[in-house]
């Protein structure tokens, strides 16, 4: 399948010709392409299945070229720009609203303060990255990798995430507006000041982490993980966790309707020191 994965992409740069950088170009993208190809087989995808999703997902080429250099003359060292910084200065620039980056390789990317609105990096290697203080509005981070990434004071609403590595990713005081966590891994992540009205953490595992103090409206965690998750002094208005296991969370001193407190007990939830509004 890599020889396959190789010709797609010899097909999709051939019509820019043998510049400078294009070996190493093609090789960023082809490791990246391996990898998520591997995830689908692992997951029960056959191999054109597999390979179709993962082709279907590849970016636009042209906006990759773009960013590219290959200026006659220039040094190949001068052109030999990767596909991660030709990435990054665009999305720096303002340049890459409602497009797709998935597949990319932007680890530790600082995109920061960046219109990035409809933006789609499913599938693409985010850990450790900043998006502090960026419009992510409508954005896609489905099976992305964003270990340690941090969205602080970013605008979030309807962002997706399903099925994508959250774990130790910091969202302090962003807005998380009907966003979709579904299927996520969450532990550890932390939501202090953030918004999370209509916010769907749906199947995700969100074991250790901690949304004390916060008003959550119509949020959803059903089927969620949440041993040792606390939600200490926290309004909970509307907020379901249908077949959620809720035995191990901390809900000490938190307010909430009679419906939510409905679900809670029969869940056997821990509710002696709770408020029913």
Do not use: C, W
Request: proline residues 1%; negative net charge.
């Amino acid at each position: 399948m890599e020889n396959k994965l190789k010709q797609f992409l010899d097909n999709a740069f051939k019509p820019y010709g043998n510049f400078p950088a294009r070996k190493d170009v093609e090789q960023e993208l082809l490791g990246n392409l391996t990898e998520k190809y591997q995830d689908l087989k692992a997951s029960g995808k056959g191999d054109e299945e597999a390979y179709q999703i993962v082709t279907d997902s590849f970016g636009d080429v042209a906006e990759i070229m773009e960013q590219v250099q290959h200026t006659p003359g220039a040094k190949p060292e001068e052109e030999n720009m990767s596909v991660h910084k030709a990435l990054k200065e665009a999305f720096k620039a303002g340049k890459r609203s409602n497009s797709k980056f998935s597949m990319t390789e932007l680890k530790e990317s600082d995109l920061s303060d960046t219109n990035l609105v409809g933006a789609d990096f499913s599938f693409a290697s985010l850990a450790g990255s900043n998006f502090d203080g960026s419009d992510l509005t409508g954005a896609k981070f489905r099976a992305a990798e964003l270990r340690n990434a941090t969205f602080k004071g970013a605008n979030l609403t309807d962002t997706t995430y399903s099925g994508t590595d959250l774990q130790s990713a910091s969202f302090v005081e962003a807005n998380l507006t009907n966003a979709h966590f579904k299927a996520a891994a969450l532990k550890n992540v932390s939501f202090e000041g953030a918004t999370l009205d209509s916010t769907d953490f749906s199947h995700s595992d969100l074991r250790e982490v901690n949304f004390d103090g916060l008003t959550l409206n119509g949020t959803t965690f059903n089927g969620s993980s949440l041993k040792n998750t606390s939600f200490k002094n926290t309004t909970l208005n509307d907020v379901t966790f249908r077949h959620s296991d809720v035995k191990h969370t901390n809900f000490d001193g938190a307010k909430m309707d009679k419906i939510t407190y409905a679900i809670l007990k029969g869940g056997k939830a821990n509710l002696e020191n709770v408020i029913v509004q």
